[in-house]
């Protein structure tokens, strides 16, 4: 696969579609059960609040993923995300009921750089709140 977004049709600010991903209780199970990270906060809500969380919390690495999808939707190539990183700035809170979370991501292009490379600069948010911070991705265009 390669990207579908041409270099030279981009500019900086060009906004990404933005998208919502449902957070539930069953999910984080299966992120846990994929990934092997089975620590008590991602699934158990009495272990959750003992360590002082408001609640079972889903786990960073799952929340980074979500993310991401806004920029591989976009570009239509996973292989094409070159670097990504983000700080984690506060949990994602997944109450047990049929609702659960969910995770808000905007993203708009910040730079153009070098090789055919776009700077996406990402927004996470959940519940109102900033959930990953300096959420940033390096993209190789075609």
């Known amino acids: 696969m ?7 049709d981009i500019e900086v600010g060009t906004e990404l579609p933005a ?13 846990a059960g ?6 008590p906060i991602h699934w158990n809500e009495k272990f959750a609040r003992e360590v002082g969380l408001p ?6 690495m799952f929340t980074m993923a979500e993310a991401i ?10 292989g094409a995300v070159v670097e990504y990183g983000v700080r984690f700035t506060k949990p994602v ?7 659960g979370a969910t995770v ?7 730079a153009k750089l070098d090789d055919n490379t776009v700077r996406v600069d990402l927004v996470a948010t959940s519940a109102g709140q900033k959930v990953l911070g300096m959420s940033r991705a390096v993209v190789r265009l075609a």
Do not use: C, M
């Open 104 to 110: 808000e991501v905007s993203a708009k292009v910040a």
């Open 55 to 60: 609640d079972v919390i889903a786990h960073g």
């Open 2 to 8: 390669t990207a579908k977004i041409a270099y030279d």
């Open 69 to 78: 999808r806004v920029v591989t939707d976009w570009v239509g190539d996973p």
């Open 19 to 31: 998208q919502t991903f449902p957070v539930t209780r069953a999910a984080l199970v299966q992120y």
């Open 34 to 39: 994929a990934s092997g990270d089975f620590n």
């Open 93 to 99: 809170v997944v109450p047990n009921d049929d609702q």
